[in-house]
T-cell receptor
Framework: AAGVIQSPRHLIKEKRETATLKCYPI?????VYWYQQGPGQDPQFLIS???????DKGSIPDRFSAQQFSDYHSELNMSSLELGDSALYFC?????????????FGPGTRLTVT | DAKTTQPNSMESNEEEPVHLPCNHS???????IHWYRQLPSQGPEYVIH???SNVNNRMASLAIAEDRKSSTLILHRATLRDAAVYYC?????????????FGKGTLLTVNP
């Protein structure tokens, strides 16, 4: 079965640079979620999109922005990177219509800021 | 968000059943109980969810207390591959968002 695809899998950037993370949800899923997991931490919700509209926002810095495109893939844009942005970034997708169904996670993008 | 309480860690032997408890005394009537697990260096993985009745799937069973203030995830025969952090998460039904709020979770160790 098709899974959530994230690219790139690894990314190394320097402070103050920008980064773009991409997420391709499972076909026919209408909702995308972004989570951040720092070293030794639990995943924290950043932002979500339902049918290409932002549906919820968590602890996402103003330096970050995201969108969902017409083909339902999503991109997380991160600017003015800081050392503290080094983390695993997970994307998840779900089929929301009808209820709070399960989320399927991608393998994550490991971002290292030096 | 309604909160859950889980033991920090549990240990089991391979091929034995494992019962992972979760307390959620402030659960509201429309909150779903979800369980996810995260294996080392991987993304979280959906395990099971339920509302009021006990649920079974190929991975596990979910036993929900009659008052819904607690639940137990049951792995019928633990394998080494089940070693992971298990998260019990409440998800609000009928709202405009279904984000997952991860707590500390239970680190399950499976001994060969």
């Amino acid at each position: 079965a098709a899974g959530v695809i994230q690219s790139p899998r690894h990314l190394i950037k320097e402070k103050r640079e920008t980064a773009t993370l991409k997420c391709y949800p499972i076909p026919r899923h209408d909702t995308v979620y972004w989570y951040q997991q720092g070293p030794g931490q639990d995943p924290q919700f950043l932002i979500s999109f339902y049918e290409k509209m932002q549906s919820d926002k968590g602890s996402i810095p103003d330096r970050f922005s995201a969108q969902q495109f017409s083909d339902y893939h999503s991109e997380l844009n991160m600017s003015s990177l800081e050392l503290g942005d080094s983390a695993l970034y997970f994307c998840a997708s779900s089929f929301r219509r009808g209820g709070p169904y399960e989320q399927y996670f991608g393998p994550g993008t490991r971002l290292t800021v030096t | 968000d309604a909160k859950t309480t889980q033991p920090n860690s549990m240990e089991s032997n391979e091929e034995e059943p494992v019962h992972l408890p979760c307390n959620h005394s402030t659960i509201s009537g429309t909150d779903y109980i979800h369980w996810y697990r995260q294996l080392p260096s991987q993304g979280p993985e959906y395990v099971i969810h339920g509302l009021t009745s006990n649920v079974n799937n190929r991975m596990a069973s979910l036993a929900i207390a009659e008052d819904r203030k607690s639940s137990t995830l049951i792995l019928h025969r633990a394998t080494l591959r089940d070693a992971a952090v298990y998260y019990c998460i409440l998800m609000v039904s009928g709202g405009s968002n279904y984000k997952l709020t991860f707590g500390k979770g239970t680190l399950l160790t499976v001994n060969p």
